[in-house]
């Protein structure tokens, strides 16, 4: 079975504060890791996806399958970070459906 | 279109009512996704079709859920004798390929009163 685990249901940093989002994952195949953004009144949206090893908006995640976590982060926090944030995993044995996290809510306080 | 369109944006159902809620994919994209999004919860995937043919309908919570893709384009996400714990967000998802990222939707919130 796979899970995606997003332990923080919301993280409050200051403005320029690095940040950091976990994410663990379960899951006995190689699994895809991606994370998904939704700002105040819009779409969801893919902000990265681990196999590209990108940097989006200065946010990256590295997947570590020791510890099976595929944390985002970002060393300095901006206000327009604030959003709600969600790590999700596609399997191939699931014809590539993404498994969500609850979510995790981010907010950048000046 | 530019984007994925859903229709409604905003769904109303008395309970027991039967719904139909229409996903419109970018032009081309094979892959189609349907995902429920209850309050305060991730989108839990639904059904799934390569073109027209749906290869997975595990996530379907019920025998009143059902969706099509007749031509491989629009899809219609339909749920019969509504109830209130179907209340959610319903969103639609297009990708190009399997391991492309998706294009979401902007959803149909469904309240079942």
């Known amino acids: 079975a796979q899970r995606v685990t997003q332990p923080e249901k919301l993280l409050s940093v200051f403005k320029g504060a690095p940040v950091e989002l976990k994410c663990n994952y379960s899951y006995s195949g190689s699994p895809e890791l991606f994370w998904y953004v939704q700002y105040s009144r819009q779409r969801l949206q893919l902000l990265l996806r681990h196999i590209s090893r990108e940097s989006i908006k200065g946010f990256t995640a590295d997947l570590n399958k020791g510890e099976t976590s595929f944390h985002l982060k970002k060393p300095f926090a901006q206000e327009e970070d604030s959003a709600m944030y969600y790590c999700?995993?596609?399997?191939?044995?699931?014809?590539?459906?993404?498994?969500f996290g609850k979510g995790t809510s981010l907010l950048v306080t000046p | 279109g530019a984007g994925v369109s859903q229709s409604p944006r905003y769904k109303v159902a008395k309970r027991g009512q039967d719904v139909a809620l229409r996903c419109d994919p970018i032009?081309?994209?094979?892959?189609l996704f349907w995902y429920q999004q209850a309050l305060g919860q991730g989108p839990e995937f639904l059904t799934y079709f390569q073109n027209e043919a749906q290869l997975d309908k595990s996530g379907l919570p019920s025998d009143r859920f059902f969706a099509e893709r007749p031509e491989g384009s629009v899809s219609t996400l339909k749920i019969q004798r509504t109830q209130q714990e179907d209340s959610a967000v319903y969103l639609c998802?297009?990708?190009?390929?399997?391991?492309?990222?998706?294009?979401f939707g902007s959803g149909t919130r469904l309240t079942v009163v």
């Open positions: 999700a995993l596609s399997a191939s044995n699931s014809g590539y459906a993404l498994n």
């Open positions: 032009s081309g994209h094979v892959s």
């Open positions: 998802a297009s990708s190009l390929g399997q391991t492309n990222g998706y294009t």
